[in-house]
């Protein structure tokens, strides 16, 4: 091989790899791990921490407009309890406990998968707050793999709303996970959730990337 | 399309459905989900049982010549307790403990995911019996998924041991593991070991079959 065609070797080669970067780039996502928590009704919030009672910013989430509260409860099950159940703010209008599968043995209550916010027809649990305690009749869930995203990343990823897709891990407790719901709102930033159990079976490191693949 | 032609193509698309789902069974996999427990040299069994203490059978496990013990000793972390560790026999060179990585959480010592056997340069842990205490300086895992297979299964999926494959588990929570280690044996029975984790975050149930894919 001559030098120039040497040159133009190189030159393609380095075009390629770039290339490719990009593209892996451009399909990576954020990986966030949820440790159980709970969205409590604005009836709720009275019930267990007092009438009028207004939950107190502990943090603010990825999410915009979304914030840990500095409120905790806990989760009575026929089993076990789990304490210190962190609250998530805003109030919304329902109720909704979002726990492991792991935490379902502990409690004595298995949480079914479900997508948040598709609670009709799921367990309720019992909550304990200073102030009072609540059994709610419907609201316990395992919250499936999602993805938040903007319009933006969601034409980037030629993706829409409802949509299911592959997310890949690396690592050495790599794995590819199916069914990944995308939600698609102006209010997202681009994040995928995933709960404990799972984070764990991935060994995701906190700020890890996963790749977007569309079936 | 005559009747002969139409004939040949439902033979032939028959045909080829039939040799797909050979194909597919011939993948397939048993899954188990392994709790923490722990393997015990005889010299530990004497520490924490009693001098010539003989490990009580509670049950055979899959693999030929292994069982559970009616046994189980408390593990002793800098944050926490695991009680009820059941322990497997028979009896080894070493002893190994084995927990997943929310145990590490637990117990406040973080176990590195390591293949069976493999302990150099991982952490200790306290190690509790009913006649005695042990501290061991090594042997605390989380164990890499694995499949345990015979020679003969070797042959017929064509892997050799210590080959690492990809195995894919459907469901509503289906998910492709990475890095899944072979490991052949005139001794063993085919099936995949994964830890509660990871069985959680597939939501595995019991008897379930992966498929197994080459890289």
Redesign the interface.
């Known amino acids: 091989m001559n030098e120039k065609d040497l040159a133009k070797l190189i030159r393609e080669t380095t075009l390629k790899v770039l290339s490719s970067d990009q593209q892996k780039s451009d399909k990576e996502i954020p990986i966030a791990a949820s440790n159980r928590h709970i969205h409590l009704s604005a009836q709720a919030v009275d019930r267990l921490f007092g009438k009028g009672y207004q939950l107190q910013k502990l943090k603010d989430l990825s999410q915009p407009g979304q914030f840990a509260a500095k409120e905790t409860v806990t989760l009575i099950g026929p089993k076990g309890k789990l304490q210190k159940v962190r609250v998530l703010g805003p109030a919304r209008g329902d109720t909704q406990v979002e726990i492991?599968?792991?935490d379902g043995f502990a409690l004595g209550q298995a949480a079914p998968?479900r997508d948040s916010g598709d609670i009709e027809g799921t367990p309720g649990i019992t909550i304990q707050g200073p102030k009072g305690q609540l059994k709610i009749d419907k609201g316990l869930i395992c919250a499936?793999?999602h993805i938040h995203m903007h319009s933006t990343d969601a034409e980037r990823f030629q993706v829409e709303n409802g949509e299911r897709v592959q997310v890949k891990v690396s690592g050495?407790?790599?794995?590819?996970?199916?069914?990944v719901l995308i939600r698609v709102s102006e209010k997202y930033r681009l994040e995928m959730h995933i709960d404990?159990?799972?984070a764990?079976?991935?060994?995701i490191k906190n700020g890890q990337l996963g790749t977007l693949l569309k079936y």
Chains 1, 2 share one sequence.
């Open positions: 492991s599968l792991t998968l499936a793999r050495d407790r790599g794995l590819t996970f199916d069914n404990i159990d799972e764990n079976a991935a060994q």
